[in-house]
């Protein structure tokens, strides 16, 4: 049902674009979160948008992601800027209890 796509390796300091996609969920008035999950940790919530556009971060996320949907393309994007070794690990989007497979995110020189 979710779709996660735009992983990938990337230097300390670089940027990465995350998108979550649904052709079965609407995201037009719901929350979608994007969670992460760090080799050995449990997963965190690193940025939500709920569904009147109100965003939240994570204190490890605010001012480097920005989360943004896109209603024409269905399309909840995760753009990550200053990305640090620490933000290593799967990405998952989730909404109503639905989770995407995840993308790997690999920060490393």
């Known amino acids: 049902q979710l779709v996660e796509t735009g992983g990938g390796m990337v230097q300390p300091g670089g940027s990465l674009r995350l998108s979550c996609h649904s052709s079965g969920i609407s995201f037009r008035m719901r929350s979608v979160a994007w969670y992460h999950q760090a080799p050995g940790e449990e997963r965190e919530s690193v940025a939500l948008?709920?569904?009147?556009?109100?965003?939240d971060y994570s204190d490890s996320a605010k001012d480097r992601f920005t989360i943004s949907i896109d209603h024409a393309r269905n399309t909840v994007d995760l753009q990550m800027s200053g990305l640090k070794p620490e933000d290593t690990g799967v990405y998952y989007c989730?909404?109503?209890?639905?989770w995407g497979q995840g993308t790997q995110v690999t920060v490393s020189s």
């Open positions: 989730t909404t109503d209890h639905f």
């Open positions: 948008i709920e569904g009147n556009g109100r965003t």
